[in-house]
């Protein structure tokens, strides 16, 4: 009995892991289609999730040991959301997601250490294959190395969120999980706004409330690619390895980039090097699902 149970939650783990992908191979579109810069996307981003969050389960009652921890997690959420914004204006959405999948690389170093356990060779593996699949799909070229270095720095800030999310999170409801990263984020990233615009500035004016289209868009974003997105993905990490959510996400390139092709036109040649590396990727993922699925 305790083995179908266990089947059953690895199950359910990675159908809510998938659907999370799916909704956030939308989040780099977003960055594109809002015309603010990368820091009031960020603000208004966690402000309005917050929001939404209040408005539904009010202001749920935690332990200050979790509350601090989570508000530790919001921090590196933000901060990594600020650079992977950054990384796309100054390159184009291809590059920063792009970019985004060698978080299963970090994970594969990082976990490890902060849960003091042996490093496995099947992840570098995996995280190797999905390197090379990263190389295939894009030659680096030297227009965008700007745009490419902010990206790797925010996807090993992500790596960190991710296994830290996952200790955090232990014994909490998801919703009063994601309520405290967004609130306690918000806190955090208004003091490193300004510490980022003086070492990178932005060629946009910072918006105080932003109006029209860009208000929808970001009402839109946040329903969806923050509230609907994490609070799957915060149930998926209590089933499933920070290592197994991390590398499943390098989907989400793969969703965001064919539909950056077809939206923006983005101009750079589909050839057989971009099939031979979103293959690659998605081999990656089903090797360690398959390797996960077969251990439960």
């Avoid at 029209?212 to 390895?241: D, E, P």
Wanted: hydrophobic share 55%; glycine share 8%.
């Amino acid at each position: 009995m305790a083995s179908i149970y266990n089947m059953s939650e690895t199950k359910k783990g990675f159908i809510q892991l998938h659907l999370s992908v799916l909704l956030a191979g939308f989040t780099g579109l977003f960055g594109r289609l809002i015309t603010l810069n990368e820091v009031d996307i960020v603000w208004y981003r966690m402000f309005f999730t917050s929001l939404i969050l209040v408005v539904f389960i009010g202001l749920p009652r935690i332990e200050w040991r979790k509350f601090w921890q989570l508000c530790g997690c919001g921090a590196l959420l933000g901060l990594h959301w600020i650079l992977f914004y950054g990384s796309i204006k100054a390159s184009n959405v291809s590059i920063g997601v792009i970019c985004f999948s060698l978080v299963g690389f970090f994970t594969a170093i990082f976990e490890p250490l902060i849960f003091k356990k042996r490093f496995s060779g099947w992840e570098f593996l995996f995280s190797f294959i999905t390197v090379i699949g990263v190389l295939c799909i894009f030659s680096f070229d030297a227009r965008y190395r700007y745009g490419i270095m902010i990206g790797v720095v925010s996807t090993a800030i992500c790596a960190l969120y991710s296994i830290c999310n996952k200790k955090a999170s232990v014994g909490v409801r998801s919703r009063t999980v994601l309520f405290y990263q967004m609130s306690g984020g918000l806190f955090v990233v208004s003091f490193i706004i300004p510490v980022y615009l003086w070492f990178f500035p932005s060629n946009q004016p910072v918006v105080v409330i932003p109006e029209g289209t860009n208000l929808w868009l970001m009402l839109c974003h946040a329903l969806f690619c923050t509230v609907g997105m994490y609070l799957l993905q915060i149930q998926a990490l209590k089933r499933l390895s920070a290592f197994t959510v991390n590398l499943t996400y390098n989907l989400e390139p793969c969703y965001t980039i064919i539909l950056a092709f077809l939206i923006f036109g983005e101009g750079r040649e589909i050839n057989f090097s971009f099939y031979l590396g979103i293959l690659l990727i998605i081999l990656s993922v089903l090797l360690q699902s398959m390797r996960v699925w077969k251990k439960k």
